[in-house]
């Protein structure tokens, strides 16, 4: 039950940030509660590489399409905590012992933590919902930053 504190306050300050379009109160409140989050997640080191590879990937992205990078940047810190445990717990429940169901797993979870990222990339950033090809980019957005976290995690792991 513990293990389910660190997404639902990602989910909590995903939906404050979103609410109020990230007024600068509500996003230093949010900041000073990424601590709580890592402590609270079943993995730390697992969130925390996977901010630090995806968080640059989302803003180098949605800069070069002209959105505000900062906010997108900022927002996948919460974004991570939000799925990234969620995905940890179900890569680690017991029927996800053998290889071979590990692997559908990362497979299976890993597609759907991106279309999940992508629709709250979409769904949260106004920029995004602004831009001409928004749901696209949030698509492109969620595939690299997951595609270069996922590929140093299973390098990592061998």
Same mark, same amino acid.
């Given at each position: 039950?513990?293990?389910?504190?660190? *997404?639902?306050?990602?989910?909590?300050?995903?939906?404050?940030?979103?609410?109020?379009?990230?007024?600068? *109160?509500?996003?230093?409140?949010?900041?000073?509660?990424?601590?709580?989050?890592?402590?609270? !997640? *079943?993995? #730390?080191?697992?969130?925390?590489?996977?901010?630090?590879?995806?968080?640059?990937?989302?803003? &180098?992205?949605?800069?070069?399409? %002209?959105?505000? &990078?900062?906010?997108?940047?900022?927002?996948?810190?919460?974004?991570?905590?939000?799925?990234? *445990?969620?995905?940890?717990? =179900?890569?680690?429940? #017991?029927? &996800?012992?053998?290889?071979?169901?590990?692997?559908? %797993?990362?497979?299976? %979870?890993?597609?759907?933590?991106?279309?999940?990222?992508?629709?709250?990339?979409? =769904?949260?950033? !106004?920029?995004?919902?602004? !831009? #001409?090809?928004?749901?696209?980019?949030?698509?492109?957005?969620?595939?690299?930053?997951?595609? &270069?976290?996922? %590929?140093?995690?299973?390098?990592?792991?061998?």
């Amino acid at each position: 039950m513990s293990a389910l504190l660190a *997404p639902a306050l990602s989910g909590l300050m995903l939906s404050l940030l979103a609410a109020t379009n990230f007024r600068r *109160p509500v996003l230093a409140a949010a900041l000073l509660a990424l601590p709580v989050i890592f402590w609270l !997640a *079943p993995s #730390p080191t697992e969130l925390g590489l996977t901010v630090v590879v995806e968080a640059p990937v989302v803003t &180098a992205i949605t800069a070069a399409f %002209g959105l505000r &990078a900062w906010r997108a940047g900022a927002f996948s810190l919460f974004v991570n905590g939000l799925t990234q *445990p969620l995905l940890h717990l =179900a890569l680690t429940a #017991p029927w &996800a012992t053998t290889l071979a169901s590990w692997r559908v %797993g990362v497979a299976a %979870g890993e597609t759907i933590v991106w279309l999940v990222e992508a629709a709250l990339y979409f =769904a949260c950033l !106004a920029d995004l919902r602004r !831009a #001409p090809a928004g749901f696209a980019t949030a698509l492109l957005t969620s595939f690299a930053a997951n595609a &270069a976290s996922t %590929g140093l995690g299973l390098a990592l792991s061998v």
